[in-house]
């Protein structure tokens, strides 16, 4: 009987599928859409411009390397790159700290009226476009035109934050708060040592989506840091295409080295990514 | 649901914790909310000093002014276009993909991670490669067009270019939707396919009858993700076309270049009063078409 079963679960096909060999065409057919368009890049960042301009589809026989060092130092990449760690770490660090600070009370009914909380975490989600009232809010603080100002406002566009930390913390028992407290804990030390480390995969999801949020921000940056000097790479790399409009090579050479530290940081990060979109759609 | 007992003894760390957070959003997220509404009735300018009149409901009697509303009809128009292409598409071919890679092949995880890459490369570098594809004078899609005996100068052309942004759109949402779906798939127990087989329905039925109806939820989450989205992006067309180009005007690039002249520097005569009514105009628009289909989705939920 078992022997029976054992056959009937591998042979038991999920969802129906017309035949190996076609799956495994359909697949290299979605890959391809994926991937051509990123080896193309990488193709024409190894040419000249004028082998670009001769055969742009024809395959790089000699590797043009120097196309990325003209496009460091063209486009002041260190600088901008420098400006967006930054901008990604503080705006990050401050989206998650504080959505552990709202997110762990309201799911622990530790304050009045928590569905009022709730209802704020989910309002959160649906606001309308305000960048107008942004940049006027930094114009009258005195803080246009300056880092802390951009990082306070994206930083604290928490998004989805709060609501994957409520609903990760429910899985930490309550005993442990309880017991903790007994044993003499105080709040912040208890968040510190105790929530941040047992809720460390949602705060890593948190960090992340909040971190390619800001490293890919351009419409923020461009109306809230006028100064060149403190534009974030996105912006930096969409000033040089600006200026070097036809120049392929070069625009794809500076491309990859933007993409280049996304592309190795998501290879050790994806799965906390995936896992983290999945999870803010079921919060 | 009340409160429960707080274990820790004194509430001010608590209070003091929770109120700096509550304080960070209140102050650079939800007052700037609100106050688009409130200085949608004003004549603000970009600039500080200036003074600031109501002018109450102006800036919305020049969004349909004989004078504006061609230009906001086409944003309109546009926006709606944008929204429901990208969504339906996306999803229809997101659906695929996810009941494609959820058999058993090898290397799923891999494929699945190179479908959801759009999402953290960033509208900039996306922009830039697919400008880089859709090149007029020389390149894949130039090349392609060519074989046909046709030229295009692509984003530059005024009937393609909305197109193309709603096609590389699609190729970026299609990732994250794939993913919900996956997680949708994964959750169906494998004893309704046995099922449903032992029924003796045929492959095409067991799609329709079993993965369907129950992936619904998961259709209800991506389609509202994927439309209210969709009808606030603009970062997109903003690298691909331009801030001012017409033919891939949305309302959203409306407000921006509304607001700020749509280059680097803020214009102090730009009534960013009126801006803000776009963005109130907007924000009922999303508001309605969410609550419209969110509510269709549901009641087809509970009819499948």
């Not at chain 1, 930054?86 to 009045?112: E, H, I, M």
């Not at chain 2, 598409?89 to 699945?112: K, M």
């Amino acid at each position: 009987m078992s022997a029976l079963a054992a056959t009937r679960r591998t042979r038991r096909v999920r969802p129906p599928r017309p035949g190996r060999m076609l799956s495994y065409a359909l697949v290299a057919v979605v890959l391809l859409v994926y991937l051509v368009p990123l080896l193309f890049l990488l193709n024409t960042a190894l040419k000249s411009t004028r082998e670009f301009y001769a055969d742009p589809n024809g395959l790089a026989t000699s590797p043009h390397w120097s196309n990325f060092a003209d496009a460091w130092q063209q486009g002041d990449f260190g600088a901008y790159i420098l400006n967006s760690v930054l901008y990604t770490l503080c705006a990050a660090t401050l989206g998650t700290a504080v959505s552990l600070v709202v997110g762990f009370p309201v799911s622990r009914l530790y304050l009045r009226r928590p569905r009022l909380w709730n209802g704020l975490f989910v309002v959160l989600l649906f606001l309308p476009n305000s960048l107008i009232t942004q940049f006027q809010l930094l114009l009258r603080l005195g803080l246009y035109n300056s880092q802390l100002g951009y990082i306070l406002i994206i930083g604290a566009s928490v998004g989805v934050g709060p609501i994957l930390v409520a609903a990760y913390t429910r899985s930490i028992p309550r005993e442990l708060d309880e017991a903790a407290a007994v044993d003499g804990i105080g709040y912040l030390r208890y968040l510190t040592s105790f929530v941040i480390p047992l809720a460390k995969p949602a705060l890593a999801t948190v960090f992340i989506l909040q971190a390619i949020g800001v490293w890919n921000d351009i419409i923020l940056a461009t109306v809230l840091l006028p100064d060149r000097s403190k534009a974030p790479v996105s912006l930096g790399l969409y000033a040089f295409q600006g200026s070097y409009t036809s120049d392929w090579g070069l625009l794809a050479a500076a491309t990859l080295i933007v993409a280049a530290p996304l592309i190795a940081a998501y290879v050790f990060l994806q799965r906390y990514l995936i896992g983290g979109v999945v999870g803010s759609v079921k919060g | 649901m009340s409160s429960s007992a707080f274990p820790f003894g004194r509430r001010l760390s608590l209070r003091l914790s929770f109120g700096a957070g509550i304080a960070v959003i209140a102050v650079f997220v939800l007052v700037p909310a609100v106050a688009v509404f409130v200085i949608s009735f004003t004549d603000i300018r970009g600039l500080p000093g200036l003074p600031i009149d109501w002018v109450g409901l102006d800036n919305y009697a020049r969004f349909f002014s004989a004078a504006k509303l061609d230009y906001n009809l086409n944003a309109l128009r546009n926006t709606l276009v944008y929204a429901v292409v990208s969504t339906v598409v996306a999803n229809v071919l997101a659906l695929g993909i996810a009941v494609l890679f959820n058999q058993r092949l090898r290397g799923r995880t891999f494929y699945r991670a190179v479908v959801f890459m759009p999402t953290i490369l960033g509208v900039t570098v996306i922009g830039l490669i697919w400008s880089l594809f859709f090149n007029p004078s020389a390149g894949p899609a130039a090349t392609i067009w060519s074989w046909f005996g046709a030229d295009s100068a692509f984003f530059g052309d005024p009937h393609l270019a909305l197109a193309l942004v709603i096609f590389v759109q699609i190729w970026i949402n299609i990732g994250v939707a794939v993913v919900i779906y996956l997680a949708g798939l994964q959750a169906i127990p494998d004893e309704l396919y046995e099922a449903a087989a032992i029924d003796g329905a045929s492959a095409w039925q067991r799609l329709r009858m079993v993965t369907v109806p129950l992936l619904a939820p998961s259709v209800t989450a991506n389609v509202l993700l994927s439309i209210v989205g969709s009808l606030q992006n603009y970062q997109l067309a903003y690298v691909l076309t331009g801030p001012a180009n017409p033919a891939t005007q949305l309302l959203s690039l409306a407000i921006y270049s509304q607001a700020f002249g749509g280059s680097t520097l803020t214009g102090a005569s730009q009534s960013q009063g009126y801006a803000a009514s776009i963005s109130v105009i907007q924000f009922v628009i999303v508001g309605v078409i969410s609550l419209l289909v969110l509510s269709y989705l549901r009641r087809r939920e509970a009819r499948l």
